[in-house]
């Protein structure tokens, strides 16, 4: 470490807790990217896409 790196009012641990909830991050290829203007565009496609997968898994279900 330098000499003019300075912890000595750091406080140990006080973002333990928000670190360990975890992130939810996801990096998108620059090609899905361009397709969704911002995050709610793809919340909904991704919302729309779960509720087809489970139309689609009730109906294996019962055919």
């Known amino acids: 470490m330098r000499a003019e790196y300075d912890f000595s009012g750091g406080v140990r641990g006080k ?6 909830r975890g992130t939810n991050v996801v990096l998108l290829d620059p ?3 361009a397709a969704f203007p911002d995050s709610k565009s793809v ?3 991704l919302r729309a896409l779960l509720e ?3 139309r689609a898994r009730s ?5």
Request: glycine fraction near 4%.
């Open 15 to 20: 973002y333990a807790v928000q670190y360990n």
């Open 31 to 33: 090609d899905v990217m």
């Open 43 to 45: 919340n909904g496609a």
């Open 52 to 54: 087809v997968a489970k």
């Open 59 to 63: 109906t294996r279900k019962t055919a």
